[in-house]
T-cell receptor, first 111, second 115 residues
Framework: RKEVEQDPGPFNVPEGATVAFNCTYSNSASQSFFWYRQDCRKEPKLLMSVYSSGNEDGRFTAQLNRASQYISLLIRDSKLSDSATYLCVVNGEDSSYKLIFGSGTRLLVRP | EPEVTQTPSHQVTQMGQEVILRCVPISNHLYFYWYRQILGQKVEFLVSFYNNEISEKSEIFDDQFSVERPDGSNFTLKIRSTKLEDSAMYFC?????????????FGEGSRLTVL
């Protein structure tokens, strides 16, 4: 089983749509969870951390389900500028230094 | 806004040559990292560095790789004898502390092409 698994997509949605991505992780001992965003051929950028109680940042909502070992990201009112690859990222097993990245879910928002 | 800067943006080298990739982390950050991303693949951890020593390294980070913080600002990744499979985008990152260890700030990357 992959350490962090994501549906590669692409998710092709119209502007204004709501879209949700899920991610599963294999290590039940992982403690820290994040969503990063990566534009084509650019560096990853932190979108948001994911907390146990769930958290929201504007149009973005992240949820964590520890029992099922999955993380979700909901984007409401999609904008053209949301088109990117969304990376699910989990803290490594033995160390807080190592981040394990998923392969990403590609989102295309069309006019 | 402070940022992580990397040079060169692109380097082409012959197999077997040594390559040094340079990074200037954000000035008040304490933790430094190298990650790499082979084209079309996921971002992979290489090494973390804190207090002038390696904190952790991955299986990828073998004896051909080394890191150094030669002065108060630069953080370098050296590949001693490059192989074709070292062709990738190499990202330097830094973070302020370990409280939220995943909040990394990445540089724009150095694309390495090994011929």
């Amino acid at each position: 089983r992959k350490e962090v698994e994501q549906d590669p997509g692409p998710f092709n949605v119209p502007e204004g749509a709501t879209v949700a991505f899920n991610c599963t992780y294999s290590n039940s001992a992982s403690q820290s969870f994040f969503w990063y965003r990566q534009d084509c051929r650019k560096e990853p950028k932190l979108l948001m951390s994911v907390y146990s109680s769930g958290n929201e940042d504007g149009r973005f909502t992240a949820q964590l389900n520890r029992a099922s070992q999955y993380i979700s990201l909901l984007i409401r009112d999609s904008k053209l500028s949301d088109s990117a690859t969304y990376l699910c990222v989990v803290n490594g097993e033995d160390s807080s230094y190592k981040l394990i990245f998923g392969s990403g879910t590609r989102l295309l928002v069309r006019p | 806004e402070p940022e992580v800067t990397q040079t060169p943006s692109h380097q082409v080298t012959q197999m077997g040559q040594e390559v040094i990739l340079r990074c200037v982390p954000i000035s008040n950050h304490l933790y430094f990292y190298w990650y790499r991303q082979i084209l079309g693949q996921k971002v992979e951890f290489l090494v973390s560095f804190y207090n002038n020593e390696i904190s952790e390294k991955s299986e990828i980070f073998d004896d051909q790789f080394s890191v150094e913080r030669p002065d108060g600002s630069n953080f370098t990744l050296k590949i001693r004898s490059t192989k074709l499979e070292d062709s990738a985008m190499y990202f330097c990152a830094s973070s302020a502390g370990q409280i939220i260890p995943g909040e990394l700030f990445f540089g724009e990357g150095s694309r390495l092409t090994v011929l």
